[in-house]
C-alpha cells in the first residue's frame, strides 16, 4: 500500500455509533494528521498526532497512533449526519517543508 | 479564527490559457504550500514556499508551473498553458514555522475546469 492508505474505502453508520476509519503509511513520520472533506470543499484539519504520542483526543474524536505497526486510528464517537464527509490522514515525513502526503480517504455516510 | 483564503472558487480556462490561482495565506504564517486533487483522487503535493523561493517541489510542479509571492499577503499559483489533465481543486496551505506548530491549513480551494 501507498503511504497513508485508509481503510474502510467507504463506511456507512446509524446516527448515534462509533465511526472508526484506520490508516497505514509506510515510512517514518513526524507526525499524522486528519482532515475531512466535504463533498467538493476544502480541507479541514481535525486532528494532529505527533509520532511520540500514542493516543489523543479533541471532542469526539479519538486518535491513536502505533508508530511499530505504522498505522494510525481515528474514532467519531456519537456519530451524527453532520459528520458525513470523507476523512483522510496525511503524513508529515520526508521533506525539509514538511509537505504531506494524504491517503486515498474514508467515505463516511452517517445515516438519521 | 484566521483562515487560509483562495480565489477564484471556481475557475473554467481553454486549453493552452494562463491561469493565476490566488491565496491569502494565514498572516504570521510563513511555510505556504500548493496541493491538488483531482476528482475522485488523493490530494497531491504541488509545491512550498518559504522565505521568497521554493523548498520543495514534485514532479507534477514542471516548467507549466510557477508561484509567486507578489506582495506581504498574497500567494500565486500560475500554470503557463493549462492542459485538459490539470482540472482538478487545487489547494493552499500555509504553515507556522514556530517551534511545534505542525498543522498545515488549507484553504477552501480554487476548482479549475480545462475545456
Known amino acids: 500500500s501507498q503511504q497513508g492508505e485508509e481503510d474502510p474505502q467507504a463506511l456507512s453508520i446509524q446516527e448515534g455509533e462509533n465511526a472508526t476509519m484506520n490508516c497505514s503509511y509506510k515510512?517514518?513520520?513526524?507526525?499524522l494528521q486528519w482532515y475531512r472533506q466535504n463533498s467538493g470543499r476544502g480541507l479541514v484539519h481535525l486532528i494532529l498526532?505527533?509520532?511520540?504520542?500514542r493516543e489523543k483526543h479533541s471532542g469526539r474524536l479519538r486518535v491513536t497512533l502505533d508508530t511499530s505497526k505504522k498505522s494510525s486510528s481515528l474514532l467519531i464517537t456519537a456519530s451524527r449526519a453532520a459528520d458525513t464527509a470523507s476523512y483522510f490522514c496525511a503524513t508529515d515525513a520526508s521533506g525539509s517543508a514538511r509537505q504531506l502526503t494524504f491517503g486515498s480517504g474514508t467515505q463516511l455516510t452517517v445515516l438519521p | 479564527e484566521p483562515e487560509v483564503t483562495q480565489t477564484p472558487s471556481h475557475q473554467v480556462t481553454q486549453m493552452g490559457q494562463e491561469v493565476i490561482l490566488r491565496c491569502v495565506p494565514i498572516s504570521n504564517h510563513l511555510y505556504f504550500y500548493w496541493y491538488r486533487q483531482i476528482l475522485g483522487q488523493k490530494v497531491e503535493f504541488l509545491v512550498s514556499f518559504y522565505n521568497n523561493e521554493i523548498s520543495e517541489k514534485s514532479e507534477i510542479f514542471d516548467d507549466q508551473f510557477s508561484v509567486e509571492r507578489p506582495d506581504g499577503s498574497n500567494f500565486t499559483l500560475k500554470i503557463r498553458s493549462t492542459k485538459l489533465e490539470d482540472s482538478a481543486m487545487y489547494f493552499c496551505?500555509?504553515?507556522?514555522?514556530?517551534?511545534?506548530?505542525?498543522?498545515?491549513?488549507f484553504g477552501p480551494g480554487t476548482r479549475l475546469l480545462v475545456l
Open positions: 496551505a500555509s504553515r507556522d514555522t514556530r517551534l511545534a506548530q505542525e498543522t498545515q491549513y
Open positions: 515510512t517514518s513520520i513526524n507526525n
Open positions: 498526532i505527533r509520532s511520540n504520542e
